[in-house]
């Protein structure tokens, strides 16, 4: 599960990150046409934005082809400039979504075998092979010191 959080923390990251250059390409695609219409250059047809989502906006301003893209690679050893390209914003979406969905299965797994272990005791004969579990017990403890300072007070 420790891979699984990390590959759902990168995503999270690189999403965070490509939308971030995704509002600030709007941005300037809007700053250019408002110097435009300035200077006479472009038409002034104002659209109205105040009833849509910022998302309906971002897609109207920025066309599909300046929108943050990455590439996925094949292996863990993959050449530079290889894989498949694809949109930095879905791809990352799609994969929370995918990881999320697998870590709840394996919380979920992990909760019922913590339940199964603690119904049935190792030296019983219950025939359970500890071995066959994802994520078997371990013979460890966790050990938690806390340090109190008492304050001696007049009154």
Same mark, same amino acid.
């Given at each position: 599960?420790?891979?699984?959080?990390?590959?759902?923390?990168?995503?999270?990251?690189?999403?965070?990150?490509? =939308?971030? &250059?995704?509002?600030?390409? #709007?941005?300037?695609?809007?700053?250019?046409?408002?110097?435009?219409?300035?200077?006479?250059?472009?038409?002034?047809? =104002? &659209?109205?934005?105040?009833?849509?989502?910022?998302?309906?906006?971002?897609?109207?301003?920025?066309?599909?082809?300046?929108?943050?893209?990455?590439?996925?690679? &094949?292996?863990?050893?993959?050449?530079?400039?290889?894989? =498949?390209?694809?949109?930095?914003? /879905?791809?990352?979406?799609?994969?929370?979504? /995918?990881?999320?969905?697998?870590?709840?299965?394996?919380?979920?797994?992990?909760?019922?075998?913590?339940?199964?272990? &603690? #119904?049935?005791? =190792?030296?019983?004969?219950?025939?359970?092979?500890?071995?066959?579990?994802?994520?078997?017990?371990?013979?460890? #403890?966790?050990?938690?010191?806390?340090?109190?300072?008492?304050?001696?007070?007049?009154?």
């Amino acid at each position: 599960m420790p891979e699984l959080y990390d590959r759902r923390l990168a995503a999270s990251n690189k999403l965070e990150s490509a =939308e971030t &250059k995704l509002i600030s390409i #709007a941005n300037k695609i809007r700053r250019n046409h408002e110097t435009a219409v300035r200077k006479g250059k472009a038409s002034a047809e =104002e &659209k109205n934005y105040t009833g849509s989502t910022t998302k309906n906006i971002v897609d109207e301003l920025v066309p599909r082809d300046q929108r943050p893209t990455h590439r996925i690679s &094949k292996g863990k050893f993959s050449l530079p400039f290889t894989g =498949e390209k694809v949109d930095s914003i /879905e791809w990352c979406r799609k994969e929370i979504e /995918e990881t999320t969905r697998e870590l709840e299965n394996g919380r979920g797994l992990l909760k019922a075998e913590i339940t199964l272990a &603690k #119904a049935t005791p =190792e030296g019983s004969g219950s025939g359970h092979n500890w071995k066959d579990l994802k994520y078997p017990p371990l013979s460890s #403890a966790f050990i938690l010191y806390v340090f109190a300072t008492l304050r001696w007070s007049k009154y």
